[in-house]
């Protein structure tokens, strides 16, 4: 795992950030934001609703042309490494009535093959994203999951971690809102 603070240059990121953040960026609800509905949940987590928004899907062959918007970012990490991008995503988190600093979403995987995940913030909150011991390996997955880090969204700041480590988001207790983007990809 790593974590790194100021990915972008200041001006770079503050575009993209008014964009995505802006009242004309289209979100889309979802009614689960980590599994399919009706999937299990393990103890201490769960399940809430969203809003995203897909950039771009390999395997859905979407290609948004909003993704014009993130090119910096993407640029950023091709340069790092070599990224042959699996699926791109915004996802929108908000303050849930009832939700505690405690509390988790759903531990998951994006994709159950070798990939790399991240996590990029787009705004300041307490919607920490929480990364657990286990490791996919195959089906059915562990009934029971140990936390080994959390990390709090700051502006500007992008988690790159192994897709098969477990992990999952938590909605803000004391912010409004969690803005991040989501990419998966293949190391080249």
Same mark, same amino acid.
Request: glycine letters at 4%; aromatic letters at 14%; hydrophobic letters at 35%.
């Given at each position: 795992?790593?974590?790194?603070?100021?990915?972008?240059? $200041?001006?770079?990121?503050?575009?993209?950030?008014?964009?995505?953040?802006?009242?004309?960026?289209?979100?889309?609800?979802? %009614?689960?934001?980590?599994?399919?509905?009706?999937?299990?949940?393990?103890?201490?987590?769960? $399940?809430?609703?969203?809003?995203?928004?897909?950039?771009?899907?390999?395997?859905?062959?979407?290609?948004? %042309? @909003?993704?014009?918007?993130?090119?910096?970012?993407?640029?950023? *990490?091709?340069?790092?490494?070599?990224?042959?991008?699996?699926?791109?995503?915004?996802?929108?988190?908000?303050?849930?009535?009832?939700? @505690?600093?405690?509390?988790?979403?759903?531990?998951?995987?994006?994709?159950?093959? %070798?990939?790399?995940?991240?996590?990029?913030?787009?705004?300041?909150?307490?919607?920490? @994203?929480?990364?657990?011991?286990?490791?996919?390996?195959?089906?059915?997955?562990?009934? $029971?999951?140990?936390?080994?880090?959390?990390?709090? %969204?700051?502006?500007?700041?992008?988690?790159?971690?192994?897709?098969?480590?477990?992990?999952?988001?938590?909605?803000?207790?004391?912010?409004?809102?969690?803005?991040? *983007?989501?990419?998966?990809?293949?190391?080249?």
């Amino acid at each position: 795992m790593l974590v790194i603070d100021d990915f972008l240059p $200041e001006q770079q990121f503050k575009t993209m950030q008014s964009s995505l953040l802006g009242d004309n960026f289209p979100w889309y609800f979802v %009614p689960t934001v980590s599994r399919p509905p009706g999937s299990y949940i393990p103890p201490g987590a769960t $399940e809430t609703f969203g809003w995203f928004h897909n950039f771009y899907s390999k395997e859905d062959n979407i290609n948004s %042309p @909003t993704i014009e918007i993130i090119k910096p970012l993407l640029d950023g *990490i091709q340069q790092r490494d070599n990224a042959d991008f699996i699926r791109i995503r915004a996802s929108l988190k908000t303050h849930l009535k009832g939700f @505690t600093e405690n509390d988790y979403n759903l531990p998951h995987v994006d994709y159950d093959f %070798p990939h790399m995940s991240v996590i990029y913030y787009l705004n300041e909150s307490d919607g920490d @994203t929480w990364m657990f011991n286990e490791v996919f390996e195959s089906f059915p997955e562990p009934d $029971e999951f140990t936390v080994a880090d959390r990390i709090t %969204p700051k502006p500007n700041r992008l988690l790159v971690f192994n897709g098969l480590n477990y992990h999952t988001a938590s909605n803000p207790v004391n912010s409004n809102t969690r803005f991040i *983007i989501n990419i998966n990809y293949i190391q080249g």
